[in-house]
């Protein structure tokens, strides 16, 4: 199949080309090198199957070949970045996301909107399964990013009734590994790189805030598979839903690095949830799939990337 992956050159969009072309499939990865990069995708540039267009897709995009499906990540996915142009980001995700169905509409193709848990917002219940509609502040500093993805699903629902356009929709839960970005302040890449650098772990809030983690590898085999399942259009949880809270994650990161690195504690952003957890129930229904890789196996992975990077 012929495939276009939005967001390809960012830390999931690169392994999901990867996957992609792995699968045997063509690739066309779009990106504007906002918050990705081409180091991330240097290794697929060679690939005959692969090909880049540098876009923002906020901007009309056209295709003159055929396109089979789909794959919509383009939208800064941590905080720092999605916080630094809050208009863009909106735009990303509704003049984008209409962008993207509009080729979806015109080419026939299948599209696949990557959703995320922030539709929870600070949720009310836990485990946030599928039918929960959420608890989000519109008007926070994370808005631009919450109701965004929420208006996105939203266009991708409407576009499916009223256009018959074949979508599907996944709300990721926190993923990790290799290629995070260094700089945009997620809890994992941020605890490995202070680790590594000795430098104190910080923890925002007292740490009892549990979080879950799902190793990318997982998480990208997860999403081909909701991309090929027949007939499935309500949203899907995928994500890791072992929980543990973040000062275990600090205490994990320092003995997997063996670091001397202290831990501090500093106030806790606005409107940051305290609990997060994926039910996985339909995942596990509908495309009989959960998370393979343990928290120790992934983590030493993504410490070993981290280390290298730094020496370079
Ligand atoms: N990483 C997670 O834990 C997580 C959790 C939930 C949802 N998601 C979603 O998954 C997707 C990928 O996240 P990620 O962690 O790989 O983030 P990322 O920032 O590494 O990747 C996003 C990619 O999109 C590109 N991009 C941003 N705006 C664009 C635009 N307007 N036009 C074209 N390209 C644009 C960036 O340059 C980058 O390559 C995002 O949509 C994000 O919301 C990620």
Redesign the pocket.
């Known amino acids: 199949m012929k495939i276009v992956v ?8 690169s392994h999901l080309c990867e996957y992609l072309l792995e699968k045997g499939h063509e690739v066309i990865c ?8 081409k180091e ?1 995708i240097k290794h697929l540039l060679s690939h005959k199957s692969f090909k880049e267009k540098e ?4 901007n009309p995009l056209f295709f003159d070949e055929s396109i089979d499906q789909i794959y ?7 905080p720092i ?1 999605y916080q630094v142009n809050k208009i ?1 980001t909106i ?2 995700c509704t003049v ?1 996301m209409v962008n993207m169905l509009g080729i979806a509409k015109a080419k026939k193709a299948r599209i696949l909107q ?5 539709v929870y917002g600070d949720p009310k219940i836990h485990p946030q399964h599928e039918g929960y509609w959420g608890h989000v502040n519109m008007n926070g500093p994370r808005s631009c ?1 919450d109701e965004g ?1 929420r208006v996105a699903e939203s266009l991708m629902m409407a576009y499916h009734w009223q256009n018959n356009i074949d979508t599907r929709i996944v709300r ?5 590994g290799p290629r ?2 260094e700089n ?1 302040g ?1 809890v994992v890449s941020n605890f490995i790189i202070q680790a590594l650098k000795n430098e104190p772990l910080t923890i925002y809030g007292d740490g009892s805030q549990t979080r879950s983690f799902c190793y990318v590898s997982d998480l990208v085999e997860a999403m081909y598979r909701v991309m090929n399942l027949e007939k499935f259009y309500n949203p899907i949880n995928l994500g890791n839903p072992h929980e543990f809270t973040v000062l275990e994650l600090a205490n994990k990161v320092k003995q997997l690095t063996k670091s001397e690195s202290e831990i501090i504690f500093k106030p806790l952003p606005e409107d940051d949830p305290v609990k997060r957890k994926p039910d996985i129930s339909l995942a596990k229904k509908m495309i009989s799939w959960e998370p393979k890789i343990s928290v120790d196996e992934g983590l030493k992975t993504t410490v070993e990337y981290f280390r290298k990077l730094l020496k370079n």
């Open positions: 939005t967001g390809g050159a960012g830390f999931i969009g779009v990106d504007n090198y906002f918050t990705g990069s991330n876009h923002d897709i906020i919509n990540l383009a939208c800064p996915a941590s970045h863009r735009k990303a984008g990557a959703s995320t848990s922030e990013y993805k990721i839960f926190n993923t990790y995070m970005a945009d997620r």
